[in-house]
């Protein structure tokens, strides 16, 4: 199993980028995926997450209405659509899946995933 993250770089306040994630996973029926970020010198937290099979989506109170996360069947990849880029997004981005269930307060938990992608940074100048 791996993940193949891109799309990072610098890009201005108020700008935006998307995130791919390549996923080369033995089945996708029961999978859902994430993305979580870590900032210099604070922890790893989540930003947001979408289950392969429904396509549900989740994001943490921050980057709602800013950030869409999306899945592209015949690609095997998710995709994260930043917009409106601030400082505060400014970190290192890495993709995630887990296989089995998909409640919130599983996909939330960056313990619960299983499988990580190398990550890649993003900066926000102000």
């Known amino acids: 199993v791996q993940l193949q993250a891109s799309g990072g770089g610098l890009v201005q306040a108020g700008g935006s980028l998307r995130l791919s994630c390549e996923a080369s996973?033995?089945?996708?029926?029961?999978?859902?995926m994430g993305w979580f970020r870590q900032a210099p010198g604070k922890e790893r937290e989540f930003v947001a997450a979408?289950?392969?099979?429904?396509?549900?989506?989740y994001y943490r109170d921050s980057v709602k209405g800013r950030f869409t996360i999306s899945r592209d069947y015949a690609k095997n990849t998710v995709y994260l659509q930043m917009n409106s880029l601030n400082a505060e997004d400014t970190a290192r981005y890495s993709c995630?899946?887990?296989?089995?269930?998909?409640?919130?307060?599983?996909?939330?938990?960056?313990?619960?995933?299983?499988?990580w992608g190398q990550g890649t940074l993003v900066t926000v100048s102000s």
């Open positions: 996973l033995r089945t996708f029926s029961n999978i859902s």
């Open positions: 995630a899946a887990r296989e089995g269930g998909s409640a919130p307060n599983q996909l939330f938990r960056s313990l619960s995933y299983r499988y």
């Open positions: 979408i289950t392969w099979r429904g396509g549900t989506t």
